[in-house]
């Protein structure tokens, strides 16, 4: 299993260094406005670099790769904004600033990939932005091998162009033994996803949320190569960190 990693690390390596703007995405299809309500451009420097998932109307939860200096250490909040209510990642709904980013303790290269964005002024909820419930541990527990999920994001397409509108698609869950086989990602704290070539997330999709019945089981962290390969994409297991994440939110004040 040591050298099952050390491969799948070796491989996970190589897949960032390759990394460039002919990244592939999910081969979806156009979301609709007030679809996925809970769904919001996460942007440093007004340019869009993760996508995040309203839990309350005070705090958005997304991966820490887009946001972090080094490790746990967050970029300066000043450069980091949030558009909501909008499937336009350019134009419309509103853009909030943040007041403050919690990036995992632990968050290194791969794990614990989460951060919990505190927003400026909490938001007024309508018909186009809308909090989506956290997945507990019995709904986390249901997620067999199989089980479909959806997923959003304003990543790369085919072409190698950042769609202007949210892209949605539909993927099945890895049993952790299978991902472990396929690519030495088995642990726990992960959830895997699996697709078809030239399908899954990409460049600009880091954060997406992996949505089953209704409520957020994942968040989306990495893919190998350029994306679109037959290795699964690997998302964070929002319910293994549901204590982290709870008490994130407590501890943050207005």
Partial sequence: MAFTRIV??????????????EGRILE?????????PWIASVR???AHVAVGNIIDSAHI???????????STAIATSRITVRVGSINQYAGGQIVNVQNVTIHPSFGNFLHDLAVITLEQ??????????IALATTEDDAGLAEGTEVTLAGWGLQLSGASPYKLQQT??????????????GFGYDSVLCLQHG??????????GAGVVSGNKLVGVASFFFGAGGTKL????TRVAYYSEWIANTIAASTY
């Fill in 8 to 21: 799948a690390f070796t491989l996970i390596l190589a897949a960032f260094a390759n990394a460039a703007p």
């Fill in 122 to 131: 909490p938001l007024t909820f309508s018909s186009r932005i809308a909090a």
């Fill in 61 to 71: 939860l997304t991966s820490a790769r887009g946001l972090s200096e080094l490790g």
């Fill in 28 to 36: 979806g299809s156009d979301a609709s406005s007030g679809e996925l």
């Fill in 170 to 183: 539909t993927l099945q869950v890895l049993s952790s033994h299978e991902c472990e086989y396929q690519a």
């Fill in 44 to 46: 440093v420097d007004n």
């Fill in 197 to 206: 070539v030239q399908q899954g997330i990409s460049s600009g999709d880091d």
């Fill in 232 to 235: 699964p994409d690997v998302s």
